[in-house]
């Protein structure tokens, strides 16, 4: 098959496309813009473990252009499509607004233009937990209301699901929609609070735990996300008709969570020990004078916690990383990434 997975420089779509790549002979098509939001130089860094595969193609280029989007589709035809190019972030999105129409919004609508003019298995693409917003239940299910973003991100996500779920119905593409909880891993984002606390700690700088630390986060491994994306890939929603004789949308909604969601201060009580025993930190760092408890950000959300039971139930899969080993992968890596080089010159 053909697979196109756009975001392929990102995070998780540089460990996705890793994964096909090593695991399937399947043709993988990456698609980014490698834009500057972070650290270009890791964004080159995921992709150049991606250029010795052979069944790895890159291609750079935007999705919010239409041209360079419909070329693509009509040179490949692409089997599977995973959608994971997008403008990240909550905080972000309250400054820089114009980034996130382009991309989560016409650069979505421009995949989902040519998925209907160059029919495809599967769309797969990326939700997110904030689509939530300021919903007090929890766990978070996929049946919950999703009414109340507290971002222009979040807004972005929950309409990416709207869009998707009208051109399911009305051209009959089976799409699935995932919303992802706190990603986090070796080569992550450095916008991310484990990546910059990391970053800042090094550096002797003082963190900001918000919300006096009575935040929670259901943070998920980066293995666990990859897992569930291709579960999900391999398993389009079945196409039906309903009584009317039309098409019953083919269109599936799942939250990839640890379901487990974990206290602000733990988190960062953890990756300190992490960074301490791989040599990031010294043995006697102080810690408690490097961290500064303060009020709620904009945009933020006091917990997420995913209710996984529908994607346990259709895919019998639930992510299984620990805070601590994923956490102790990440600081392996950190060390390997930016320390290691300097100690030994």
Known sequence: MNILVTGAAGFIG???CKRLVETTE???IGVDNVNDYYDVLLKKERLEKLFKYDNFTFVKGDISNKI????LFKEYRFDIV???????GVRYSINHPDVYIESNIIGFYNILEACRHNPVKHLVYASSSSVYGSNEKVPYSINDKVDNPVSLYAATKKSNELMAHAYSKLYNIPTTGL?????YGPMGRPDMAYFSFANKLINGQTIEIFNYGNCKRDFTYIDDIVEGVIRVMNKA???KDGADGLPIPPYKLYNIGNNQPENLLDF????QEELVRVGVLPKDFDFEK???????????VPITYADTSELEKDFGFKPKTSLREGLRKFAEWYYDFYIREKKEK
């Open 82 to 88: 995973v959608n994971l190019a997008a403008q990240a």
């Open 179 to 183: 919303r992802f909880f706190t990603v």
């Open 14 to 16: 540089a460990f996705l």
């Open 68 to 71: 360079f989007i419909d070329k």
């Open 26 to 28: 399947n043709i993988v």
């Open 237 to 239: 929603p079945e196409k």
């Open 268 to 271: 960062v009580q953890i990756l």
């Open 290 to 300: 490097h961290k500064k408890l303060v009020p709620m950000q904009k945009g933020d």
